[in-house]
């Protein structure tokens, strides 16, 4: 069935370096779309979210960008710190109310 | 405010026992949500309740089975366990059905 899935399951970022963590989605009817990020031993939490009416929204020290061409969206961290080291998860909203969400992105950031 | 809670935070099992895991949402909120996550993978929706009625259910057995009470709190309730049940149970709560859901700590299970 269509899933959300991540490029890449691991990201090792210099200290202080933007990241960007990508996300294909292949359900071209998903209206809404929402970053998470789960540290260890911890449930998911809120970082930003985007509606399909738009391409790019930004918050603190995160923007989000969609482009749905091509059925992409990635999510861009400015200025990487170690508190940003967690597993990163793109989650796409179905029927509209069901989260389907994906493998995940390990973030390592090196100090 | 208090975020979402659910407790246990920690629960071991063995095969053919039964298992209720119990989760409050945020204040206000009236929907709650339900998701397995296995180890090394993303979330998977269980279920999620509005007004304490079943919204809709995922790719689960009926040995799964859920109910929302008038405080809007939630039970999540799995029979007959089996080994492949061990997972992080996650809740999460939203104002509405299709509104941002917020997640807890989770509720992990092991069972043996």
């Known amino acids: 069935g269509e899933s959300v899935g991540l490029h890449l399951p691991t990201l090792s970022v210099q200290e202080g370096d933007n990241s960007i963590i990508n996300c294909a989605y292949s359900?071209?009817?998903?209206?809404?779309f929402i970053w998470y990020k789960q540290e260890s031993g911890k449930g998911p939490q809120f970082i930003i979210d985007?509606?399909?009416?738009?391409d790019k929204r930004q918050g603190q020290r995160v923007t989000v960008l969609l482009n749905k061409t091509v059925k992409h969206l990635s999510l861009q961290i400015a200025a990487t710190q170690p508190g940003d080291s967690a597993v990163y998860f793109c989650?796409?909203?179905?029927?509209?109310?069901?989260?389907?969400f994906g493998a995940g992105t390990t973030v390592t950031v090196r100090a | 405010d208090a975020g979402v809670t659910q407790s246990p935070t920690h629960l071991i099992k063995t095969r053919g026992q039964h298992v209720t895991l119990r989760c409050s949402p945020i204040s206000g909120h009236k929907s709650v949500s339900w998701y397995q996550q296995v180890l090394g993978q993303g979330p998977q929706f269980i279920f999620q309740?509005?007004?304490?009625?079943e919204r809709g259910r995922g790719n689960f057995p009926d040995r799964f089975s859920a109910r929302q009470f008038p405080n809007y709190s939630s039970e999540l309730n799995v029979n007959a366990l089996l080994l492949g049940d061990s997972a992080l149970y996650l809740c999460a709560s939203s104002w509405g059905t299709g509104e941002t859901q917020y997640f807890g700590p989770g509720t992990r299970l092991l069972v043996l």
């Open positions: 989650a796409e909203r179905r029927e509209g109310y069901k989260l389907s």
């Open positions: 359900n071209s009817a998903s209206d809404y």
């Open positions: 309740y509005y007004e304490k009625e």
């Open positions: 985007i509606r399909s009416n738009m």
